[in-house]
């Protein structure tokens, strides 16, 4: 594991962030988990809806993958000014029609000013523009607190993933070239078997040309050439992504992908215990790579 290798992140992680301005508080936390795709989700209060986009375009500029879950919250502590609108408009379409059916059906109409105010939409609740225009000046510190802790999180679980990654990657590595020396020996072994079966048939000396041309036919069927190079530049290509200054959580999906295939590819041409043997370890580490892999941005 020599070398210099880029941050790895993990997709799980939460942040929390709060920042005070007189009797307001603001609070941001942000949690994310594992998904194939960036996919966020915000829970905000009502006065902070025009600020959806700007929440989003923050979040997608330091976060590329994860489901992401982000909860805003306002809290008053104290007194603070604010106006009230009222929709008279609203309210005299209310009253008027509790007037008519009072006459049409010759019952009271039960409505006053209470009821008026109970009607939905009539009251509104208006911040005053000053703080209005600075709303997201506000909420962006405590976004980027959140963010910071949340990333920083990432960033531990990431390099705990990438060492535990690039041990089992070692492993896998030096399975394959073991696999790689032993082949051949295979093939000759296969030679002696077959050449003693048939003189122990026929008792006398197998014709060599007949021998080597079905040692040919089982070396061409048994062949894991192709396999092993494979193998061996897709091991190359992982340990590559430790290197590069960018997420690399999908690159690291597709390549465990093709590794197992061509795992797959060895353990079905096993023809003895050892390589059968190699091949299912191969393979499990593989397959112990993929569930880590699954973790990463």
């Known amino acids: 594991m020599k070398g210099h290798f880029i941050v790895v992140r993990s997709m799980t992680g939460y942040g929390r962030g709060i920042k005070s301005y007189g009797t307001r508080k603001i609070t941001a936390e ?11 989700q915000t829970k905000i209060p009502r006065e902070f809806y025009p600020l959806d986009s700007k929440i989003r375009e923050l ?21 603070h000014d604010c106006d009230l609108s009222f929709d ?20 009271e ?9 109970k009607i939905p939409g009539f009251v509104s609740e208006t911040e005053n523009s000053d703080e209005t225009d600075s709303l997201w000046e506000m909420l962006k510190p ?30 896998l590595s030096s ?29 006398t000396i197998p014709d060599e040309n007949r021998i080597a041309e079905e040692v040919t036919i089982y070396a061409d069927k048994i062949c894991i050439d192709e396999e092993l190079t494979r193998l061996k530049s897709h091991v ?20 465990s992908q093709e590794l197992n295939r061509e795992a797959n590819t060895i353990l079905s041409k096993s023809s003895d215990v050892r390589t059968a043997d190699l091949g299912i370890r191969i393979k499990t580490t593989i397959e112990k790579i993929r569930e880590q892999i699954q973790n990463i941005e």
């Open 30 to 40: 942000i949690r994310s988990v594992n998904h194939r795709y960036l996919e966020l």
């Open 88 to 107: 008279m408009s609203k309210a005299g379409f209310y009253v008027n029609a509790a007037r008519e059916i009072s006459e049409k059906f010759n019952i």
């Open 175 to 203: 399975d394959v070239e073991y696999v790689e020396t032993i082949a051949p020996d295979i093939i000759e072994k296969y030679k002696a078997d077959l050449t003693e079966k048939v003189r122990q048939v026929i008792d």
């Open 142 to 171: 405590a976004l980027d607190e959140a963010l910071d802790q949340l990333i920083r999180q990432r960033e531990n679980e990431g390099a705990r993933l990438r060492d535990d990654l690039l041990t089992k990657v070692d492993l």
């Open 59 to 79: 979040l997608s500029s330091r976060i590329s993958r994860g489901k992401v879950d982000v909860v805003i919250s306002d809290e008053w502590i104290g007194e």
């Open 236 to 255: 190359s290509a992982l340990r590559q992504c430790f290197s590069i200054d960018e997420p690399v959580g999908r690159k690291l999906d597709f390549l």
């Open 109 to 117: 109409s039960g409505i006053n000013a209470l009821e008026i105010l």
